[in-house]
């Protein structure tokens, strides 16, 4: 039986606050209304399934029986010397309240699936396990609190990294558990079991990309690590099974890469999961969306499950305004961007599509990087229809951040640097709109700086294109931001009818011997 869902909707339970909004005021404290409204705003707009990121897992916003909230507070105030207990999120718990109760009744009353996603080795935070008065950051007060609990202070014998202080990217992933210990996996399941057992959920996700790093590769083999997640899924999936209420099932799910090549190392063996009892796939980039994924391999790999491509407010990141935690630009992702993105999974194999940080079309974080928009929920209902989104504008795409494929173990396509007299190729996975491309398209490349007069030029499919005096983005949209390139950042070019395939192009640009060097670091097509 695959799951009848075809919109899944992530909530990361912070946007809540973080994020300004129609119930919530910038500054204002968590409180159960906000949560309560958060999902409201779903009901209606094609949503089926809506999944609440509970917090980090690590400390419990739930009637956690393994890891009690109150216990958690005394600890950290005894350990860190810091009275955390007039937090918002940590009085809402402390006098009583439930975040997952309260979830599971709204989804009710809205009509709306309720699933609980746990994170299953979250890194927020965990730099600051040995900061003496626990860490902060400003964006975030009392941030630490919510990402180190005493299991990870008192055992850095099971993290990947015992010392998670070291910065830099490279180290994001390695402050995590190391799942080829038992204890570490018993724990984990431990949060699982009381979720299972004392709320009425129709689901549960697996939640493998926070953060993408289980085991010490150098340490294991690919069969041990896929031993150690397929026997927790087995666990998972008895577990769901045994606390069902009569005549009900309970779906199990997973967020798990969208490419290929990272299930190696995360242990994912999908043909033993899905004969562990996994049913739904959710394909994720990490942060940014994707187009260009594995979704007909994945799918060759587990013919039987439901997949869903996971969608999110950002294309790229390009740049940042000084001085704070959240202070990334984002070029925001537009309609026809996740309308194409939809419309190629559906082609490659898939049944729906989820969303993540799809609250965060909205104003949060520092000043600066605006303007922000309300997420289009609308859009929602219509993404749930391949019919519909295979006749739309297409808006491929191709960004240096997207995926951020590095900490996923897959080599990055974009930014790629260009010599003078040298090229760059790169390829795109098309997929034709209903009746096929009628007006052919506009392929445009965004270089990291000014280009000067060079004189690019490009083939499509080996065509050589004719250069089109057109540099401004394919389609007018409203999410148009003032950090948007200049022209002078931009070449673009005309794609005839004719060069456009099915299936994967072939996209050559070129520089001039009397250029100077330039680095790509965005791609697009815009088709119809």
């Given amino acids: 039986m695959k799951s009848p869902f075809r919109v899944l909707f992530s909530n990361d339970t912070v946007n809540t606050v973080s994020c300004v909004s129609p119930y919530h005021a910038r500054g204002e404290p968590f409180s159960q209304r906000i949560l309560e409204a958060s999902i409201d705003e779903t009901v209606n707009t094609g949503v089926d399934a809506h999944l609440l990121q509970p917090g980090l897992t690590m400390v419990p916003w739930w009637k956690s029986r393994q890891y009690a909230y109150a216990e958690h507070i005394r600890w950290y105030e005894a350990t860190y010397g810091t009275r955390v207990r007039d937090n918002p999120y ?18 009710r009353a809205g009509g709306i699936a309720p699933f609980v996603s746990l994170r299953m080795n979250d890194s927020h935070g965990k730099e ?25 202070k008192d055992h850095p014998q099971f993290r990947i990294d015992p010392d998670p202080a070291k910065v830099g990217k490279e180290h994001w992933n390695t402050r995590v558990l190391n799942w080829a210990n ?102 994720s980039p990490y942060y940014l969306t994707a187009q260009q994924v594995d979704v007909a391999e994945i799918r060759r790999r587990a013919p039987g499950v439901a997949i869903h491509l996971e969608l999110t407010h950002s294309v ?88 951020w494929a590095a900490l996923l173990g897959r080599p990055s396509v974009l930014p ?63 999410y148009a931001a003032s950090h948007l390139p200049a022209d002078e950042l931009i070449r673009a070019w005309h794609v005839p009818v004719a060069a456009l395939r099915a299936g994967f192009n072939l996209i050559e640009v070129a520089l001039p011997k009397d250029a100077k060097a330039a680095t790509i670091e965005y791609l697009e097509l815009g088709a119809s």
């Fill in 182 to 283: 038992p204890a570490v996996v018993d724990w984990m399941f431990g949060f699982v079991r009381e979720i299972c057992e004392d709320y009425d959920i129709d689901g549960l996700e697996l939640d493998f990309m926070r953060h993408c790093n289980f085991f010490r590769v150098n340490e294991t083999t690919f069969a041990q690590r896929a031993a150690v997640m397929t026997a927790f899924v087995r666990r998972v999936r008895a577990l769901l099974n045994r606390t069902a209420k009569p005549g009900r099932h309970r779906w199990l799910g997973a967020r798990i890469p969208c490419y290929a090549a990272p299930l190696d190392p995360l242990g994912l063996d999908l043909p033993a999961l899905v004969g562990a009892g996994l049913e739904i796939l959710n394909l």
């Fill in 316 to 403: 790229a990141n390009v740049g940042r305004v000084p001085g704070a935690y959240d202070n990334t630009l984002f070029l925001r992702a537009t309609d026809e961007i996740l309308a194409t993105a939809a419309h190629l999974a559906y082609a490659r194999g898939a049944d729906g599509v989820s969303t993540f940080n799809f609250a965060y079309f909205r104003e949060f974080g520092a000043p600066g990087r605006g303007p922000f928009h309300e997420p289009p929920f609308a859009l929602l209902q219509q993404l749930r229809d391949p019919q519909w989104v295979a006749t739309q504008p297409q808006h491929y795409f191709l960004s240096g951040s997207t995926g």
């Fill in 90 to 107: 940590a009085r809402y718990m402390l006098e009583g309240g439930d975040m997952v109760g309260a979830f599971v009744a709204r989804c």
């Fill in 128 to 152: 600051f396990v040995d900061t003496p008065g626990g860490g902060d950051i400003p964006e975030i007060p009392g941030y630490s609190l919510h990402c180190v609990n005493r299991f990870y």
């Fill in 416 to 478: 790629k640097a260009v010599k003078p007299g040298a090229g760059a190729s790169f390829t795109l996975d098309l997929a034709p709109p209903r009746g096929g491309w009628k007006n052919g398209g506009r392929l445009r490349v965004r270089a990291r700086d000014g280009l000067g007069e060079a004189a690019w030029s490009a083939k499509f499919n080996g065509a050589p294109l004719p250069v089109s005096a057109d540099r401004s983005a394919p389609y007018r949209t409203r």
